[in-house]
């Protein structure tokens, strides 16, 4: 076999690492370089510099290290019994490769998973040595994500907080009977282990960090996971605990949702099917309720029917649907909890809300200034000059409110 | 006193779009003398060289009288920074809001609290344009290599803001690429750094900047490569990605040679894996009693009241051959000839098939013949009656009862003449041409051949091809009857 060029190589490794949902370079120290003289910065908030036609956006040189790899994990690609086309980068072609990037603003930082060869440590290892090397020989001050092998060596996973702004640790599948089936090599309970101890680090640095400013970082963008959406037969409900779980016992950042996407060369034993993207985009919603409306798995679960969530309406609007006695709301005197329930209105519509409630009992008209549509919300609310009337006990609000049928394409995909 | 001032207008001329400082001191200097904002315009130097009617006379605003104690001008800090924010916006009367509602804050102070003022929503809405556009210009600015000075590399590059956001940019750059030099050229200004100081200069155009760089090639292939033609969403990209920014952008041309292979692509991907996938499914006809031998079989059959009928013959046309037949052939369905004498492979194409059968000395005697489907499809044309060939559900439905003869004849090969045969084999949409030639595991344990239909080779319209493909065809029998009797 001739040898590969960087360029070709970049080709398959990029393809091999599209699968990973997280691009996110947001949430670490700030940082730059002013002082250091070297390049790279990173602020409170993410760049996205590019956006795929996927609607994903790209911030992250988001590559593998190598795509050969020892495990047979039914979902991945790269999977030992898969006959994708393989390469490796070295060590020093990540490094430049990384710089030539950031040098031309193309990306925040870079964002390194590999497949597994010879053996984790060894894998591990080298993922270290990229991050090493930028920190260390480049001065590198751009954003570092580094995929951690739970099977790995703890020392490692202690130089990777080092060096990477962010660690993470798939957990691929919702149970360990749906990892045992489908990605035999691994194992549940140790994921969950390291994940546990990564977390703990995370803590106790920035624990430490507050009491002296001297103290070494650790993966300050915190820990994020991943979990395949539609691979296994696990319902929303039973994702959402999950999910729930790992925010709640391992202080996770994120945990990305990523719709099984049908890949070159599949595994026989998956479905075979477009993947289920508004499956995946209602549990994003339903995750962001988890975290910042104050909603817990079964008050969303009561918008589903048989533990999936309603496909046709958001996870908020079900919920309210079924839960007709809390509205409608006064915008006036309501507390933040029941205005954060209003299907159609978020964080920034309430904290307006808020504040402007100060000066003025709120009409209608000033809620048209300040919030997105208020169309949506009207059956929800009451204001000095709007009340829903008998339109919120009526049978047909459901129907009323989920979007309308789209007209197919004939010329489409 | 007062009054005087008041009956005049006020025109203010600001040095510069940015100059931040000169609308400072102004409304400062305004406020004091108490004038009401419907009494000030504002305009940038130059302006009116070049072509806007001054149409308000420029009166002077009155002198600060030493013994007269200046008027305090209170501003939050909050509203102070929204101000010089919103004060980048390429709008036009943006000076004359931000005027107004300073003056309004003297007299209501918490006014920039408010966010459903229609004068401050339109402050925070320029504001936030801005601020948008200055994570934009971070987020798409991109730079080309030019070479290298003194062992540090420089970069030029050529970007377009919508607003007056280059100076302000400047610090974010700064800090990120402290370690090389570069330059930004907008058409407004441009912003260069040397690793030590800042230095703002006049506005260039595109053709200042080179047009091509080494890694450009590279990033486009990462651009290519990181998309995932399974999920489409051109929505999502172009809100984020706007189309005013993609001239610019050294990625943007793949875009929309992307979203045309996306389809192809996905469906290759998802077809090749359905034809790996010979192994499947099971459509179970539940049926409690397994029949024992083929008439059992086929009385059953004839029995079943929820067959498909619409467009089919009532005549059931049975498989014929030993019951301990080596190969089993498996045909389409029974076709006008066939359906009439109910037999199997009587009709034109049972005469090719005899053909070939004795050419690859297979005994047409020793072998089961039979149907995916057992009953004749068909459209009534005047007197002719036009096979149709029949849809998925009927297949399936047939699937069982096909399965059931394979149990009873156990032959040692099977063999699917045609898609609908493959079809109810596998369970799957099967694409002969990539599997015929082999010898595959079938799914009930029988090992499989999948070949052409002999139908098929009768509707070759050029004698050529007709005979290419006969000789393949030949060639599959040769092989599954080397497979069933070696040597």
């Known amino acids: 076999m001739s040898k590969l060029s960087r360029s070709e190589k970049l080709a398959i490794l990029a393809d091999a690492a599209k699968y990973?949902?997280?691009?996110?370079?947001?949430?670490?120290?700030?940082?730059?370089?002013?002082?250091?003289?070297?390049?790279?910065?990173?602020?409170?908030m993410g760049i996205c510099h590019s956006y795929a036609p996927d609607g994903r956006c790209i911030s992250l040189l988001k590559i593998l290290m190598t795509n050969y790899c020892m495990f047979n994990c039914l979902y991945c690609i790269n999977r030992s019994s898969s006959n994708v086309q393989r390469a490796a980068f070295t060590v020093q072609e990540i490094v430049d490769l990384t710089l030539d990037f950031y040098k031309r603003n193309y990306i925040e930082g870079l964002f390194l998973s590999s497949g597994i060869i010879r053996s984790p440590d060894y894998t591990m290892e080298q993922l270290v040595e990229v991050a090493r090397r930028l920190r260390v020989v480049h001065r590198f001050g751009g954003y570092i994500h580094l995929k951690t092998i739970p099977e790995a060596d703890p020392e490692l996973l202690r130089q990777a907080g080092q060096c990477a702004d962010r660690l993470s640790i798939n957990i691929e599948l919702p149970d360990d009977e749906s990892i045992a089936r489908l990605a035999p090599e691994k194992d549940g309970k140790l994921i969950r282990r390291t994940m546990n101890n990564l977390g703990k680090k995370v803590r106790d640095a920035k624990a430490e960090r507050k009491t002296s400013r001297k103290a070494p970082l650790f993966a300050p963008g915190g820990h994020s996971t991943q979990m395949i959406i539609g691979a296994d037969a696990s319902d929303d409900a039973k994702i959402l605990t999950t999910s729930n779980g790992l925010y709640g016992s391992y202080g996770l950042k994120r945990v990305y949702y990523s719709a099984f996407s049908p890949i070159p060369d599949a595994s026989s034993n998956l479905p075979l099917q477009a993947p289920p993207l508004l499956r995946e985009h209602r549990l994003y919603q339903a995750d962001w309720l988890l975290r910042f409306y104050g909603f817990s798995v079964s008050e969303i679960m009561q918008g589903g029917t048989a533990g999936q969530l309603d496909l046709a309406i958001d996870p908020k609007l079900a919920w309210a649907l079924q839960n007709r006695a809390c509205f409608p709301v006064n915008i006036n005197l309501a507390d933040k909890e029941s205005l954060l329930r209003i299907p159609g209105l978020g964080g920034k519509g309430v904290g307006k809300i808020l504040q402007a409630r100060r000066f003025t009992s709120l009409r209608l008209a000033d809620l048209e200034r300040i919030c997105q549509s208020v169309k949506k919300i009207l059956p929800f609310i009451t204001t000095v000059d709007w009340h829903p009337g008998k339109q919120l006990d009526s049978l047909k609000l459901y129907d009323r409110l989920k979007p309308p049928p789209e007209q197919l394409s004939l010329f489409g995909t | 006193m007062m009054t005087a001032y008041l009956q005049s207008a006020y025109r203010i001329t600001l040095a510069s779009e940015v100059d931040l400082e000169g609308w400072r001191d102004h409304a400062r200097r305004l406020l004091q003398a108490g004038i009401a904002p419907d009494q000030v315009s504002w305009t940038i130097a130059g302006r009116c060289e070049a072509g806007e009617l001054d149409l308000s006379p420029k009166a002077a605003l009155p002198e600060q009288?030493?013994?007269?104690?200046?008027?305090?001008?209170?501003?939050?800090k909050t509203l102070l920074s929204l101000i010089n924010t919103a004060l980048l916006h390429s709008n036009e009367d943006r000076f004359d809001l931000a005027y107004r509602i300073l003056y309004r804050a003297q007299s209501v102070p918490g006014l920039h609290l408010n966010p459903a003022d229609a004068d401050m929503l339109k402050l925070n809405r320029y504001a936030k344009a801005v601020r948008r556009d200055i994570h934009k210009m971070h987020a798409?600015?991109?730079?080309?290599?030019?070479?290298?000075?003194?062992?540090?590399?420089?970069?030029?590059?050529?970007?377009?803001?919508?607003?007056?956001?280059?100076e302000a940019v400047a610090p974010f750059f700064c800090k990120r690429f402290t370690g090389m030099d570069w330059l930004i050229v907008?058409?407004?200004?441009?912003?260069?750094?040397?690793?030590?100081?800042?230095?703002?200069?006049?506005?260039?155009?595109?053709?200042?900047?080179?047009?091509?760089?080494?890694?450009?090639?590279?990033?486009?292939?990462?651009?290519?490569?990181?998309?995932?033609?399974?999920?489409?969403?051109?929505?999502?990209?172009?809100?984020?990605m706007p189309m005013k920014y993609w001239k610019n952008l050294p990625e943007s041309d793949l875009i929309p040679q992307l979203l045309e292979q996306a389809g192809t692509r996905v469906g290759a991907m998802v077809s090749q894996a359905q034809d790996d996938l010979l192994v499947n499914h099971q459509h179970g006809v539940a049926n409690a009693n397994i029949p024992e031998s083929l008439d059992q079989l086929y009385d059953m059959l004839e029995q079943q009241t929820d067959a498909p009928m619409e467009k089919f013959s009532d005549r059931l046309v049975r498989g014929t051959g030993p019951i301990n037949a080596d190969i089993m052939l498996v045909g389409e369905q029974p076709g006008d000839q066939e359906d009439l004498q109910g037999m199997p492979f009587v009709?034109?194409?049972?005469?090719?098939?005899?053909?070939?059968?004795?050419?690859?000395?297979?005994?047409?005697?020793?072998?089961?013949?039979?149907?995916?489907?057992k009953r004749f499809k068909f459209t009534r044309r005047g007197k002719r009656r036009l096979h149709e060939t029949p849809n998925v559900g009927e297949i399936n439905y047939y699937r069982w009862w096909v399965e059931q003869e394979i149990r009873l004849v156990n032959p040692g090969l099977v063999v699917a003449l045609g898609a609908t045969a493959a079809r109810c084999l596998t369970g799957k949409a099967v694409k002969i041409s990539r599997y015929r030639g082999e010898i595959l595991p079938g799914k009930a344990g029988q090992p499989l051949l999948i070949t052409v239909h002999p139908s098929y080779l009768l509707r070759i319209p050029d004698e050529q091809g007709r005979q290419v493909e006969y000789a393949k065809f030949v060639r599959d029998l040769q092989l599954a009857a080397d497979f069933s009797s070696p040597g």
Not at chain 1, 20 to 44: H, L, M, P, Q
Not at chain 2, 65 to 76: D, G, H, W
Not at chain 2, 143 to 162: L, Y
Request: charged content about 25%.
């Open chain 1, 20 to 44: 990973d949902a997280s691009c996110a370079s947001s949430g670490s120290v700030k940082r730059n370089s002013a002082k250091s003289g070297g390049i790279g910065s990173t602020g409170g």
């Open chain 2, 347 to 373: 009709g034109p194409a049972g005469q090719l098939l005899d053909r070939a059968l004795e050419q690859v000395q297979l005994d047409r005697q020793a072998l089961f013949l039979t149907n995916a489907v």
């Open chain 2, 65 to 76: 009288n030493s013994e007269q104690i200046a008027r305090p001008v209170r501003i939050s």
């Open chain 2, 140 to 166: 798409f600015v991109r730079f080309r290599k030019i070479g290298e000075s003194e062992g540090r590399e420089q970069f030029v590059s050529w970007f377009e803001p919508d607003h007056h956001i280059t």
């Open chain 2, 186 to 240: 907008t058409p407004e200004a441009s912003i260069a750094w040397d690793g030590d100081k800042l230095s703002v200069g006049p506005g260039g155009s595109k053709d200042d900047v080179p047009q091509d760089d080494v890694v450009e090639a590279e990033w486009r292939t990462y651009y290519a490569n990181i998309f995932n033609p399974a999920r489409v969403k051109i929505n999502a990209m172009k809100s984020e």
